[in-house]
Structure formats: C-alpha cells, structure tokens
C-alpha cells in the first residue's frame, strides 16, 4: 500500500463485497464485523480501510523489527522468531550467509508472491 496518491481517473464510483449469508459469503460478513469491533469501527467500510492500513504498517514494523534483531540474534533464534512472526497471509524469513552465518537479507513477503 503505497503513499501516493491514487489517480482519480482510474477509481471506480462504487466497490462493493458481496457478505449476503444466502449466497454463501455470511463468513465474510462475520470476518468484517470482527474486524469492525477489533479495530473499533462504525462502519465496516472504515474497518476494511483500517484493516489495509494495519497490514501496511504490520508489514513495516515486522522488517523493521527483524533487521533490529538480525543485528542481535544468533540465526537460530532469529528463525524461530520468524517463525512466530509469520501467519497464514504474511510470511517472514531471513537469508544468511552460509559462510558466516550473518543475515544478510530480511523478508516480509504475502503467501501468495515474492519480496513485497
């Protein structure tokens, strides 16, 4: 989620997800109601825009803290620490250098493609 501006040309006027329960989507009215109460939202819209603007700044401090720790770990801890990080939607990892045994290379990636 970058910082710039979006170009208003290229917005559509309305976006909408379906959560009808007859249609089979009442579990993502239940996951946008949960967010809604956890991220303290009036509205689910508000929540979903929380929602995209935590996972950028999850995505920021996650590296942040890893490269802190990359600095103070030994790389087995540093693994399991990743580990623990890491969820079914964002993974991180750390690449050492075989022959020192420095990190050399943190990542904060989705599941679903390379280095984000």
């Known amino acids: 989620m970058g910082t710039s501006e979006p170009d208003l040309d290229e917005i559509p006027n309305r976006v909408s997800v379906r959560t009808d329960p007859d249609a089979g989507y009442a579990k993502r009215y239940k996951t946008l109601d949960d967010a809604q109460e956890a991220l303290g939202e009036t509205s689910k ?23 802190y720790l990359a600095e103070r770990l030994p790389p087995n801890e540093l ?5 623990r990080l890491s969820t079914s939607e964002i993974q991180v990892s750390v690449g050492f250098d075989s022959e020192r045994e420095d990190c050399v290379q943190v990542r904060v ?3 679903r493609s390379a280095d984000t």
């Open 45 to 67: 819209t508000k929540a979903i825009l929380a929602a995209c603007r935590h996972v950028d700044a999850d995505r920021r401090g996650k590296r942040r803290a890893m490269e």
């Open 79 to 83: 693994a399991e620490v990743c580990q």
């Open 109 to 111: 990636m989705n599941s």
